[in-house]
């Protein structure tokens, strides 16, 4: 089956806001096996939005469309649809009562403008948004359904997974998507397409599809396919040349995050972690404990970002900084030293570069990064020159700080 | 003038990647006054591309797209290009040069599918991409325009605002937008817009528009507007009704992120800061070192995520966290004192919460933080009752904390 996403609101032409509603319901459906074969942004203007819909009704069959549900003056979705729809705007208590009881539980006065909130199209199925006042909506004209959902991610993503999901699997036929995916690091996309071009072809001919998914420091590799029966000899095909051709570059096989891997692994060796980070300012500790369970394997962080922290928390000599400079080999091991006897975890990372913009020299230019892994008597470490960007810099040594990770914790695991 | 965005690529239709790039240029094109009036987001297939560009050249003048440039079987867009604006492809040498010098600096070798990439169409003005394979193209057709820019955010980024930008000023009239932001904390979006809804009202009938943008803990208000002049006094009662009757919420009133507002804060009074962070892990430090100069103000951070760090690091006595909890008015209270005079920083915030999913009591549900705030001879702290989604409550617990910094430094700025 097929769906399109329209999202509605000004603020994602303008590029106020991202639009991670849209990404967020095309996982799901494609989860489920309904193919988005369109997504359309569109400003809060009730042409344009009826324009869509118009198209919409005689390309797809169903429609999740997102914002323009609340209480302010630039909302209009509701009328939009109700013209498609020909339907009346009706008040609806169970909303009325949801948007009361939310309120007072939060106790804040209920506003006049959120009685608008309560009306919803008189034909429409309510889904209720237990975490905000715009409840969702469907809206059918003969075969052709649309889903409206408010725009406030969490709420949006609650209804979606709560309401909509149980409501698609109950009222369309559709099968579910299965793949496979794999991590690679240390390989470019280009290298990394030629080695795979045949057998590459070979998987598109029996439709399985093959996607290169680059991210800073890591290559996701994603075959997916519909029909898991005939498909699998050529996905275990693939598998074993992955295996002998490309082990070397393999970090993972299945699509989890880098510090999900990371987390697994120090959990199947019974180890725990703490981080010493100059350059990335936290956040690999951010990272590692935007997993919940993470309390399981992560002790805690010291973050030195200036040197007289690294002299006075994590001890490494001002000679040392003062010799070496604090992007260096000597400094970045012994913070990942000093860090672990500190935090008396059994694994430490530490890292130590220039983000940028500025802060570059002729022999340190922005990018240069040290990474050291400490553990029961070993310190290893490596430089690396990243790019210019201050943000990728501090994405790609916190990657590169987990692949080196995990391929430490491998060495115990296996 | 109109303008399209064109994102091509399976990975964002099956939600594999997030459309970063569409925002990106949407936030530049508005800022130089070119409206987007659509975002659409295709596969990867030439069909698809050819009929949303029959389509574009119909609606509007310029399209930019982004995406399928790549060196990998999926990527078509420059085939679909040449069939819609009647082009061959031709070897390019400056762009095989770039290519060769690029993978050389980065010492890997060089693929056969990269000659792909040096590949262009005959009359396309070819944009240089100095930080990857693929370069931006230019493509008209009588007034229609085509700019197809690499998917890759940094390399699409950079070949924006260093050639675009420039091309589409030169070759385009457009109307730079005036925009005016305000930051508010401590109401809700519904109240906000009821005290707001007169001089809304007023504000778009004489073509201000005013935009709601909820974020976790703040709400951002934006005004935008055209024409300077003939504005400006309504604008300014605006400013004027805010302060009189909004003061209390207003945190700021420009387009800056909190982490930015902080910073300046700080570097005018002068004073430096820390953290010591339990539940957010190093999301704070990580906020605050995302701003380049940061190290101007910021020293470093504590993250102690388990209790034995709390009292080996943080010096906290394990009685008071047996009493008490980790979770208290005690604990982050002594939190922050302590990091305070252990990095020796002017202020620190400490924050201890249980984010979630998992932790959560009758008497202390998940959600519920304290966050404390020390500086010289005081220390206050507040608690809070967040929601159940972990991102979402370490997000808030950060700009909740640098709410309270931000009003601690306004006491002594002013």
Chains 1, 2 share one sequence.
Not at 264 to 292: D, V, Y
Request: with cysteine; glycine share 6%.
């Amino acid at each position: 089956m097929k769906a399109w996403i329209l999202s509605i609101g000004n603020e994602l032409l303008n590029g106020h806001t991202l639009n991670t509603n849209a990404t967020f319901i095309a996982e799901n459906l494609f989860n489920i096996g309904i193919d988005v074969t369109k997504i359309i942004c569109t400003s809060d203007n009730k042409n344009e939005i009826l324009a869509i819909l118009n198209e919409a009704y005689k390309e797809t069959q169903l429609v999740i469309a997102t914002g323009g549900l609340g209480p302010t003056t630039d909302d209009i979705s509701k009328d939009a649809f109700c013209q498609f729809f020909n339907q009346k705007l009706v008040f609806n208590k169970n909303v009325w009562h949801n948007i009361g009881s939310l309120f007072s539980k939060r106790n804040i006065p209920i506003s006049e403008l959120n009685k608008k909130q309560a009306l919803v199209p008189e034909d429409a199925i309510v889904l209720k948004n237990q975490l905000g006042t715009a409840p969702g909506l469907v809206l059918r004209k003969n075969k052709f359904v649309l889903i409206a959902l408010p725009g406030i991610p969490f709420e949006m993503k609650h209804i979606f997974e709560n309401e909509v999901i149980p409501y698609i699997n109950k009222n369309f036929e559709n099968k579910s998507i299965y793949n496979k995916t794999f991590l690679f690091s240390g390989i470019s996309e280009s290298l990394l397409a030629e080695k795979l071009y045949d057998i590459d072809n070979i998987l598109r001919k029996n439709n399985i599809n093959i996607a290169y998914l680059p991210q800073p420091g890591i290559i996701k590799l994603k075959l997916y396919y519909k029909n898991k029966c005939e498909e699998d000899k050529l996905i275990n095909n693939f598998i074993s040349f992955v295996n002998t051709y490309l082990f070397d570059y393999l970090i993972y096989d299945d699509d989890i995050s880098l510090q999900e891997i990371l987390g697994l692994k120090l959990i199947q060796a019974n180890k725990t972690i703490c981080t010493a980070e100059s350059c990335t300012g936290g956040f690999i500790a951010h990272q590692i404990t935007s997993i919940p369970g993470s309390s399981k394997y992560f002790l805690g962080s010291i973050v030195a970002y200036s040197n007289e922290i690294k002299t006075s928390v994590l001890k490494i000599p001002s000679v040392t900084i003062k010799k070496y400079g604090s992007v260096s080999k000597e400094v970045v091991e012994i913070m990942a030293i000093n860090a672990r006897n500190m935090l008396k975890s059994d694994y430490s990372v530490a890292v130590s570069g220039i983000a940028g913009p500025d802060g570059g020299t002729k022999e340190k230019p922005v990018g240069t990064t040290w990474i050291a892994i400490a553990g029961n008597n070993f310190c290893i470490s490596e430089k690396f020159i990243f790019g210019n960007c201050r943000i990728a810099n501090i994405e790609r040594t916190s990657n590169t700080a987990f692949v080196l990770l995990i391929k430490e914790l491998n060495k115990i695991i296996k």
